[in-house]
């Protein structure tokens, strides 16, 4: 149980261009999921957090309209990466938080996005 | 600030040794700990998580918690090679709506 799903899982785009990766809790509700963002060999930078019916709260320094996120469902929360630049190239990881198992947090296996 | 410190490590011990993991955390109120493991290039995995003082096993997995010393700390024992990986220390906040990472330490296992 609690498996987290990320679409695609790797991506090479043209710098200017927009990258949509999609998040899914695929056997339980994720009221709430959440966006990271890892450079090599740093660890995990929480970018937001998504509440499913409501707008997303960014952290400090992100650019809420550079990373646009949705989570329109229960199961589904999506990170468009708008005219990304190669200094976007990162591993960007999400994570779904199931209240059924207490707090704790069920991550995906990450998208890598490299921006030429 | 809230912060959750590490020693970034590497770490090596033999195989069959046990690995200790330390980690310290700043938020006096913080209820829920865990650990998780990350193998390069792929997504923090988890291994335990811990809500109450005094220790938790796992198999080879071992947490410890000491609210008063603001200390969590992950022992393995007979360490595989497996197990090489980066081990991340993550703390919630006060609300219990986000985590809190440290930095993570680098475990070596040889053989």
């Known amino acids: 149980g609690a498996v987290v799903s990320q679409h695609p899982s790797w991506v090479i785009c043209k710098s200017g261009t927009s990258v949509k990766i999609e998040c899914r809790s695929l056997?339980?509700?994720?009221?709430?999921m959440f966006w990271y963002r890892q450079f090599p060999k740093q660890s995990l930078m929480l970018m937001a957090t998504s509440n499913e019916g409501s707008k997303a709260t960014y952290e400090q320094g992100v650019e809420k309209d550079k990373f646009l996120i949705n989570h329109a469902s229960l199961t589904l929360s999506t990170l468009t990466v708008t005219s990304a630049h190669p200094e976007d190239s990162s591993f960007y990881i999400c994570?779904?938080?199931?209240?059924?198992?207490?707090?704790?947090?069920?991550f995906g296996p990450g998208t890598r996005l490299t921006v030429l | 600030q809230k912060e959750v410190e590490q020693n970034s490590g590497p770490l090596s011990v033999p195989e069959g040794a046990i690995a200790s993991l330390n980690c310290t955390y700043s938020d006096r109120g913080s209820q829920s700990f865990f650990w998780y493991r990350q193998y390069s290039g792929k997504s923090p995995e988890l291994i335990m998580s811990?809500?109450?003082?005094g220790d938790k096993e796992d198999g080879r997995f071992t947490a410890q918690l000491n609210k008063a010393s603001q200390y969590v700390s992950l022992l393995i024992r007979d360490s595989q090679p497996s197990d090489s990986a980066t081990y991340l220390c993550a703390v919630n906040n006060q609300a219990g709506t986000a985590l809190i990472f440290g930095k993570g330490t680098t475990l070596s296992v040889s053989s």
């Open positions: 056997d339980f509700q994720a009221t709430t």
């Open positions: 994570s779904a938080l199931t209240s059924a198992i207490t707090d704790t947090q069920y």
């Open positions: 811990i809500y109450s003082n």
